[in-house]
């Protein structure tokens, strides 16, 4: 006897439905680069987050931070700190900075930046902002060690430390930062600190916040020793500049080939010389969510995509590790902070 009409067009829809569910998590899951896919937390107390962080530490393992709160600019917005062990595990996330000024004012946090300290081996910095908003925040610093974290500390006036991305430890062991204003047009500097955040020198602006609107930058190393930065912009492309001397001056600004809707990249300079960028491939929207290479900073290829589902995913980091993985982490819906490793043979 045949099945009624109605009951075969639901088994179909269903049908369908699981067949473009597999397309979707072959897309985003199934590229034989992903070793591990996986949320750095489940359960949370905050019901939005945003803007991770990922170093790997230096007694192994990763440590992962981000912004969590009600919603983005909202006053009980604070730093949220995760680890995974050497079992593979994260642990529970803990809220290590909060904006509180005192018992009648208090403001929301901003953009962690994790870094390991050069002159103080085993200690990690987190940079993050603090203020009502980007173009009124200031730059924030605390540390942490065996003994746990230490006491918050503002920095210089018209110093943040590194805006969103890592930075970039040159040979000598400074620091060298990339930062970014945004009121008076979007505008990047770098902040340079010899002795992990002690002392500063600020250079730039390197562009006018006209002709491009740009901030967040990355930095790029090459083989030939000048420096590549990749920033988000407002033009609708990744926008790249160039330094011949170590950070201390810049090429004109100019677009790349890389989309960009006006939402957060990250990029690293792998072991074997290759550059690579997380971003979203798209003119508008925060996905899909991709990973292209380049052999000269200039001929990106796509090479995986993280997620391709209706949704936003954005505000990517990503490092290498010493054993060659490369660890990306980034925003999920807002809800989650995901974590993904790549084998870099297998890109």
Excluded at 189 to 215: A, L, M, Y
Excluded at 295 to 312: A, P, R
Excluded at 317 to 340: E, F, M, P, S
Aim: aromatic share 8%.
């Amino acid at each position: 006897m045949p099945l009624p009409k109605t009951f075969r067009t639901a088994i179909q829809c269903s049908l369908i439905t699981v067949a473009l569910l597999c397309v979707q998590t072959a897309q985003a899951e199934e590229h034989p680069s992903i070793e591990v896919s996986e949320f750095v937390f489940e359960d949370v107390p905050f019901p939005q987050c945003h803007a991770s962080t990922i170093i790997e530490k230096p007694t192994g393992g990763l440590m992962a931070a981000w912004f969590g709160g009600t919603r983005e600019k909202d006053k009980d917005v604070g730093i949220w700190v995760s680890e995974k062990d050497s079992s593979g595990n994260w642990s529970a996330p803990v809220e290590v900075a909060n904006g509180i000024q005192h018992d009648d004012l208090r403001y929301p946090c901003w953009n962690p930046v994790l870094v390991n300290n050069h002159d103080e081996p085993g200690k990690i910095s987190l940079y993050y902002k603090c203020g009502p908003s980007p173009s009124e925040w200031w730059g924030m610093l605390m540390t942490h060690d065996e003994k746990g974290w230490s006491f918050p500390r503002r920095l210089p006036e018209g110093i943040d430390g590194p805006v969103k991305n890592k930075p970039l430890r040159l040979e000598d062991g400074t620091l060298l930062c990339g930062s970014s204003t945004e009121y008076d047009g979007w505008r990047v500097h770098f902040e340079v600190t010899k002795d992990d955040g002690k002392t500063w020198k600020r250079i730039g602006p390197i562009n006018d916040g006209k002709e491009f609107n740009i901030i967040q930058p990355s930095i790029l190393q090459h083989k030939d020793g000048s420096l590549q930065i990749l920033c988000r912009s407002r033009e609708g492309s990744v926008v790249t500049s160039w330094s011949k001397d170590q950070g201390q001056t810049w090429s004109k600004p100019e677009r790349t080939s890389l989309p960009n809707p006006n939402s957060g990249t990250d990029a690293v300079t792998l072991q074997d010389g290759r550059q690579l960028i997380v971003y979203n491939d798209t003119p508008k929207g925060r996905s899909p969510l991709n990973v292209a290479i380049s052999e000269d900073g200039i001929h990106w290829e796509n090479k995986v995509t993280l997620e391709s589902e209706k949704g936003e995913y954005s505000y990517p980091a990503v490092i290498q590790a010493k054993n060659g993985d490369i660890h990306i982490t980034y925003t999920w819906k807002r809800q989650r902070i995901k974590h993904v490793a790549l084998d870099p043979e297998k890109l």
